[in-house]
T-cell receptor, first 115, second 114 residues
Framework: KAGVTQTPRYLIKTRGQQVTLSCSPI?????VSWYQQTPGQGLQFLFE???????NKGNFPGRFSGRQFSNSRSEMNVSTLELGDSALYLC??????????????FGPGTRLTVL | SQQGEEDPQALSIQEGENATMNCSYK?????LQWYRQNSGRGLVHLIL?????REKHSGRLRVTLDTSKKSSSLLITASRAADTASYFC??????????????FGKGTLLTVNP
């Protein structure tokens, strides 16, 4: 099975712009989660989607949004970019999203740099 | 806020030695997981230990969990240069309803010198 893929791998944007990141989960996985990783804050949970519905959300401002399509592919969008949004954005997929027993498989990430 | 906190932040050892990393957490959990990340890449799941388990093995990995102390340790035996990576513990906690989210610690950077 192909792993989780994320596009693009690298992105450079300027403050005020918006960006859309894409994630294709492992075939058959219905849950997709997004994380932001920065040196200062570490790995932080953004949100999780299951069957096109957002089930969980972390403590991020409304500038961060996402969606999931019927084929389980997911996108996340960040509007009005700020310098602090520079980070590695990781997507993870799992069968059902029950993290207690459901292993999450991570993609390679998208490195976003905001200038 | 971080649920899991790894200790030490960085660890440097020689090939063949054992590496031990610790993780402490604050609130009750159902399960604790360990992940590895190579140099800014995606995370790889290593092992999951449930709250009613005390010890678990997987190859050269040994994980212990002490729920009374809210701590876990990851032992890598006979380390190899390829084990060089950051190691994270992740805990789950309810975020409403029956769904959970993983909360990661800041990780331990392990360097294994050939």
């Amino acid at each position: 099975k192909a792993g989780v893929t994320q596009t693009p791998r690298y992105l450079i944007k300027t403050r005020g712009q918006q960006v859309t990141l894409s994630c294709s989960p492992i075939s058959g996985h219905r849950s997709v989660s997004w994380y932001q990783q920065t040196p200062g804050q570490g790995l932080q949970f953004l949100f999780e989607y299951f069957s096109e519905t957002q089930r969980n959300k972390g403590n991020f401002p409304g500038r961060f949004s996402g969606r999931q399509f019927s084929n389980s592919r997911s996108e996340m969008n960040v509007s009005t970019l700020e310098l602090g949004d520079s980070a590695l954005y990781l997507c993870a997929s799992s069968l059902e999203g029950w993290w207690g027993t459901d292993t999450q498989y991570f993609g390679p990430g998208t490195r976003l740099t905001v200038l | 806020s971080q649920q899991g906190e790894e200790d030490p932040q960085a660890l440097s050892i020689q090939e063949g030695e054992n590496a031990t990393m610790n993780c402490s957490y604050k609130t009750s959990i159902n399960n604790l997981q360990w992940y590895r990340q190579n140099s800014g890449r995606g995370l790889v799941h290593l092992i999951l230990i449930r709250s009613n388990e005390r010890e678990k093995h997987s190859g050269r990995l040994r994980v212990t969990l002490d729920t009374s102390k809210k701590s876990s340790s990851l032992l890598i035996t006979a380390s190899r240069a390829a084990d060089t990576a950051s190691y994270f513990c992740a805990t789950d906690r309810a975020s409403g309803g029956s769904n959970y989210k993983l909360t990661f610690g800041k990780g331990t950077l392990l360097t294994v010198n050939p």
